[in-house]
């Protein structure tokens, strides 16, 4: 397996984790949960770089070269 595999699953591992933690302890489970965990997720990753603690600004598409051409294209993320 890939040591970047192996760093990526780690991190999910370690992700899942704080929020289960976070959680035992009463925190509620809350965008600002999600985006810590986010953030540990690409730790040291494929993804360090791709804004890590933050939601999406932008919209996204499977296939294709932009959202006109794409497969599947889900809900904005302001709607």
Do not use: C
């Not at 970047?4 to 704080?18: F, G, M, T």
């Amino acid at each position: 397996m890939p040591v970047d595999d192996v760093e990526e699953v780690s991190n999910y591992i370690a992700a899942l984790n704080h929020g289960l933690r976070r959680m035992k302890a009463g925190f509620p489970l809350s965008n600002r949960l999600i985006r810590e965990m986010h953030e540990i997720l690409l730790q040291g990753s494929r993804g360090a770089n791709k804004a890590p603690g933050e939601f999406r600004r932008s919209q996204n598409w499977i296939g294709g070269t932009r959202p006109g051409k794409a497969r599947f294209v889900p809900p904005h993320p302001k709607w």
